[in-house]
């Protein structure tokens, strides 16, 4: 084990971890598509030093512009090495900066590389005795370890001190000049001796000794056991002067003129508030929470911050890309825990313009929370907390929580009463258990946030506030701890429970203040907010909250089946292997796929290892049967284990019914995504998905009714490209795939084919999410070049959407974002990116986006027509329960379907108005899969 004495004197080879964290998972962008994924690799790196070893002296040496003393010495010298990329070198600034702020003493030096300063530093501590630890990834480096200098790899945690640099290259560190000299370099242009590497070098070595005593018994070389021994004289003979260039260009030059001593290198306090701003513009959102939360949190931060704050902020104090200055003053905070303040706050929210309003309960599930206290603020930094429910031993007596809701309701359920929030839709579904119905809902941050930049960050308020106030909000978790013994917010102190909830409120409405300018720079912005995303919080509060009935019984016997079935395929890929495995382990999968099997590597892991993802094993599939029998096995397995074994056991025991969870800020493109359970997720394509959709079922006297657009996504593709073919189709009510498939293969729409039609269908739908040539090749089984001519001929039948797709790559790259019809943007950080393959992904997301953005957009817009019906509509009659992508999912009595179907079809295709009819179909069971 190699020992390292307490507080060594630390060198990092910052140009060296530059490279290999560039070159590394994660290829980090910020929300304005600019590269950070090095500097996060080299400060990870920096942090993880100091942490362990807690140095008092420490410096970061970066190589120089421009060339060294090895380039005048030999004009070759790394002249193969690709200049840097311009995202890496981007990269560079930001990084020394950040190094800086930290109090890391930061080195260049003209003329030497990095190298050489590290090695005349660590000369000059070993001979004061001073023990230093070089942190490199450059084997070059172990030239330099001796008694006093070890280095340390950080990528894998290893350390060379003199007895394991011989394990590892098989000669000390006295011959490792000799070592590089012989095997030359590639990537530095170093010629070393030909046809020698590494065995080879330190068979020579360890045979003679270094260069220069090989060179004075080359008689000896042919007695070496080598291969190519017998030859090995003769090429030292002749590539002498080569093989002493190549020692030179290799040597570390220990004497560089420094311009300061090691003392020097003495680690300064770190600029806290100079590396938050940095942190902010790369958004490093954890360690900027860090480096608040070791700042006064009472006064956020340093006195500077405090000249600089403002409560208050106009549109014109701002812009999206800068987060604003803010301080969190928490000291006006009140607790209300008797009538006069109650009055006093119910004076004050009821003549605000507009109050924060937040919740506090014991559960995040909106079915079971119980309420234990209300907040409220009114303007930054003047926020309440209203306890009504913490019962710990020794709480202090609080109001009683009837009496006060029902002081509260006229204000709650006055729609002239403006409040904001942060997921509101959670609140007005607690408030409902208390048979109190929340309005005036007038904004709300996190749809806000999600509407400014669905792909900015997470929505959450600790990330907006962190993002957005430079503030780090008090954790849930430092206040309840975590894990089983986590508490609930009525066991918190009531002294901390008032501080974290007022905050909440209080961060909201500055929040809002935030935000709210920002959206109001774009008209379209504002729209979709108002228009859109607003409007569904009171409707997905309602369906929620009535939930779904679902068969249990039924899904027991399915999961009965789907176990019979997994352990059939266990067998037969047990079969197939030869032994039996885990078919869930990867290590287990690789070793049989590739190794045993010698399946094609079609992808590698961030580690180098080759991949079993579920998209390798899927094309592995279509050639080969064992990958197959994997990947219905991890099909059905996800079944079982997502819906037929869980979903009976989260029914409600109060309404005996399954209650989801609609997320608006979520899904870049504006779809509602869902969870606890995903009804989003359960595939139709399947016999088994659709026997899932079988138990969700119609109560007594009631049938399930789906409506569902069609074919939806092409409609807006022949409305945004304005292609004359693809309108003439949908104005015709034509099969648009059997049409397409006239028009590619040039016959009647008569003569075509279902192998035809499936092929024209597979073009239509794999243009819209911007497929190649290539990926079409695999899809539908057929030669690349064939598929190339679908492609090809498409285009020339529909010129339009070939000029919508260029129209809109080049919109994503002047701009950074698509829209959709009505305005939602959707940012691409990465279409400028200098990876090609990011670049090329952020194209096809540019070209889809609108497309699914706007078929979002139509089916929010349909819920809410809907939703206006539904209040004229008998409750009874009719209920919306489920949003599924492109279709709405009902219950209706049985005696009102036809009628009710015929009027939401109806509702369905006004919902938006392009220039191709908007068809939306009905059916309905007493299952879903009947209705579907």
């Not at 340390?152 to 070592?179: H, R």
């Not at 549109?315 to 969190?328: G, K, L, Y």
């Not at 408030?431 to 509407?451: K, N, P, W």
């Not at 869902?674 to 026997?691: A, D, K, M």
Request: one cysteine or more; aromatic letters at 6%; proline letters at 4%.
């Amino acid at each position: 084990m190699v020992y390292i004495p307490k507080n060594p004197l630390i060198l990092v080879d910052g140009s060296s971890y530059l490279f290999r964290a560039y070159h590394s998972p994660p290829h980090l962008t910020n929300s304005k598509g600019e590269a950070t994924g090095a500097i996060y690799g080299v400060v990870n790196m920096l942090k993880s030093l100091l942490k362990q070893y807690q140095p008092s002296e420490m410096a970061v040496v970066f190589d120089a512009k421009g060339p060294t003393f090895r380039n005048e010495m030999y004009q070759e010298y790394k002249a193969h090495r690709p200049p840097m990329p311009d995202d890496l070198r981007s990269q560079i600034a930001p990084l020394h900066l950040i190094i800086e702020a930290m109090g890391l003493p930061l080195l260049c030096i003209s003329g030497v590389e990095a190298d050489d300063v590290i090695g005349t530093i660590a000369r000059q501590a070993s001979a004061a005795g001073r023990h230093t630890l070089i942190s490199t990834g450059d084997k070059d480096m172990a030239q330099l370890v001796d008694e006093h200098v070890t280095l340390i790899n950080t990528m894998n945690n290893t350390l060379l001190d003199p007895i394991s640099v011989k394990e590892k290259f098989g000669v000390g560190p006295e011959l490792i000049i000799d070592y590089l000299a012989l095997m030359g370099d590639k990537v530095d242009n170093i010629p070393g001796l030909p046809g020698v590497g590494e065995k080879t070098a330190a068979a020579l070595l360890q045979g003679l000794g270094s260069i220069e005593h090989i060179y004075q018994q080359l008689d000896q070389v042919a007695t070496l056991t080598f291969r190519g021994a017998k030859n090995m004289a003769a090429k030292l003979a002749e590539h002498k002067a080569q093989l002493a260039l190549s020692y030179q260009l290799a040597t570390i030059k220990c004497d560089v003129e420094l311009p300061y001593q090691l003392t020097d290198l003495q680690i300064r306090p770190t600029d806290k508030q100079q590396l938050s701003e940095l942190y902010r513009q790369c958004e490093f959102k954890r360690w900027l929470a860090e480096i608040l939360s070791d700042s006064d949190t009472n006064t956020a931060g340093t006195s500077q911050q405090l000249e600089n704050a403002t409560t208050t902020h106009t549109a014109t104090e701002h812009t999206a890309d800068e987060p604003v200055r803010q301080v969190i003053d928490r000291s006006q905070y009140q607790t209300v825990l008797n009538e006069q303040q109650f009055t006093a706050l119910l004076q004050e929210i009821n003549q605000a313009e507009l109050t924060a309003f937040d919740t506090e309960t014991t559960s995040l599930d909106y079915m079971q929370a119980e309420l234990v206290g209300l907040s409220f603020a009114t303007a930054a930094g003047k926020a309440w907390y209203l306890p009504l429910a913490h019962d710990y031993l020794g709480a202090p007596a609080q109001l009683d929580r009837q009496w006060a809701l029902a002081q509260l309701q006229p204000w709650l359920e006055d729609n002239n009463k403006a409040k904001v929030g942060q997921n509101l839709k959670y609140d007005q579904s607690v408030l409902a258990r208390y048979q109190l119905t929340l309005r005036g809902i007038r904004f709300d941050t996190m749809l806000e946030s999600y509407v400014l930049n669905s792909v900015a960050g997470r929505h959450d308020m600790d990330s907006l506030a962190l993002k957005y106030l430079g503030h780090n909000t008090i954790s849930f978790t430092d206040l309840a701890g975590k894990g089983a013994k986590q508490l609930t917010f009525n066991q918190i102190e009531l002294a901390q429970a008032a501080e974290y909830a007022a905050e909440d409120a209080d961060v909201t409405l500055q929040l809002h203040q935030t935000l709210w300018p920002q959206l109001q720079q774009s008209r379209e912005l504002v729209k979709v907010f108002t228009e859109i995303e607003l409007p569904l919080v009171n409707i997905l509060s309602t369906i929620e909250r009535h939930g779904v009935l679902i068969d249990s019984n039924l899904l027991a016997k399915q999961s009965e089946q789907l176990t019979a079935r997994i352990k059939e395929l266990e067998h037969l890929a047990y079969d197939a292997a030869g032994k039996e495995f885990n078919l869930a382990s990867p290590k287990q999968l690789q070793e049989i796929l590739f190794e045993q099997m010698k399946l094609p590597v079609l992808k590698k892991t961030p580690s180098g290892t080759p991949s079993t993802a579920e998209e390798v094993l899927a094309e592995l599939a279509l050639e080969y049967d064992f990958p197959k029998l994997i990947t219905e096995h991890r099909g059905l397995s996800k079944l079982r284990s997502t819906y037929t074994d869980k979903l009976p056991k989260m029914v409600n025991p109060a309404t005996g019914r399954v209650h989801t969870s609609y997320h608006q800020a979520v899904a870049a493109t504006g779809r509602l995504s869902s969870t606890e359970p995903n009804l989003q997720n359960i595939p139709i394509r399947t016999e088994e998905g659709r026997r899932i959709r079988q138990a969700f079922i119609a109560p007594a006297g009631k049938c399930i009714l789906a409506i569902d657009y069609s074919q939806i996504e092409l409609r807006i593709m022949a409305h945004l490209s304005q292609d004359k073919a693809l309108l003439d189709a949908f104005a015709n009510g034509l099969d648009v795939h059997r049409a397409t498939a006239a028009e590619v293969f040039a016959i009647s729409l008569d003569e075509v084919t279902s192998e035809q039609r499936r092929r024209a269908k597979a073009v239509n739908f794999g243009l819209i999410y911007g497929m190649s040539a290539f990926g079409l090749a695999k899809q539908l089984g057929i030669a690349r070049h064939e598929a190339q001519h679908y492609v090809d001929r498409y285009f020339e039948r529909f010129p339009g959407v070939l000029d919508y797709m260029e129209r809109t790559r080049k919109q994503a790259h002047d701009q950074g974002y698509v829209e959709t019809l009505f305005g939602r943007r959707l940012y691409l950080p990465d279409i400028n990116a200098r990876n090609m393959g990011r670049q090329k992904g952020a194209e096809r997301a540019a070209i889809n986006a609108p497309m699914q953005g706007t078929a979002a957009d139509i089916i929010k817009l349909a819920m809410i027509k809907v939703a206006a019906w539904l209040e004229q509509q008998d409750n009874n009659a009719v209920q919306m329960i489920m949003q599924v992508h492109d279709e709405l999912v009902f219950e209706v009595a049985e005696q009102e379907v036809e009628r009710v179907a015929a009027e939401l079809k109806t509702l369905l295709a006004s919902a938006a108005s392009l220039d191709v009819p908007l068809l939306a179909e009905a059916g309905y069971g007493k299952n879903w899969d009947e209705a579907h």
